[in-house]
């Protein structure tokens, strides 16, 4: 028998509250986070569109989060420490993207799809003067992501500020093997080929210092690796309920 979850709604904020507080509505609701900018918690239109949030459903639990403004991926990343405090907890994750504004909305489009949790909108009613009408709910699909091999996967999870070269890389992944050997020699030549490709989708990036080739996470393979540890965790949360 399934246990009961908690749903939980994300919600970028921004001046349309009405669009907010209908679609939200057509699902069922124990806790509310709202996101927002630094600085937009301060503008009247959106603290109004808080307040009426907040009335709109007193009793449930509403928390506010505040996210990075200028960087679009850096407030990806934000939104997936988010999702997976509430996944953590066992919740059912819901992304309302009806009323929040615009770079909101692609940032939290792209924790979705790394992610894969549902996010969803508003279709209004058209042609209605008495103020605003919902006419139904639209989940947005979440266009599958091309996946990296497991080898692939396994050299971004290994990759932190601290992996400055393929030789660090190396006795991370296969601590076992002896440099100057033929064996790490060989293990260099296949991991050369697979950064390449993490280096063209734009998941790694390298840099010559000195004779030494530097490799990190580029922020969009931050955002891949945090989402896919986000998914499997959501998974995993989803068959222990079961």
Excluded: C, W
Aim: no cysteine; proline share 3%; glycine share 6%.
């Amino acid at each position: 028998m399934e246990k009961a979850k908690k749903t939980v709604h994300i919600l970028p904020v921004g001046y349309e509250y009405d669009k907010l507080i209908a679609s939200i509505r057509q699902y069922p609701v124990h806790k509310i986070i709202l996101i927002m900018v630094e600085g937009d918690d301060q503008r009247q239109l959106v603290q109004q569109a808080v307040t009426k949030v907040k009335e709109a459903f007193k009793g449930i639990e509403i928390e506010e989060r505040i996210v990075t403004r200028e960087n679009i991926f850096q407030a990806t990343l934000d939104i997936l420490d988010i999702i997976k405090e509430q996944a953590m907890k066992g919740s059912d994750i819901k992304i309302n993207i009806a009323g929040g504004m615009r770079n909101l909305g692609i940032s939290s489009y792209i924790a979705s799809l790394v992610s894969k949790v549902t996010v969803y909108t508003d279709i209004p009613e058209s042609n209605n003067e008495k103020g605003y009408v919902i006419k139904g709910i639209m989940e947005i699909p979440i266009f599958p992501i091309k996946e990296i091999s497991r080898e692939q996967m396994e050299i971004l999870n290994q990759l932190d500020e601290r992996t400055n070269s393929l030789d660090t890389l190396i006795s991370r992944l296969k601590p076992e093997l002896d440099k100057g050997t033929p064996q790490f020699d060989n293990e260099r030549s296949r991991l050369s080929h697979h950064i390449k490709k993490l280096k063209d989708a734009g998941f790694v990036e390298t840099e010559k210092r000195d004779k030494m080739l530097s490799i990190s996470r580029s922020i969009l393979g931050e955002i891949y690796t945090k989402g896919t540890i986000i998914s499997k965790l959501i998974k995993k949360v989803q068959e222990d309920y079961k």
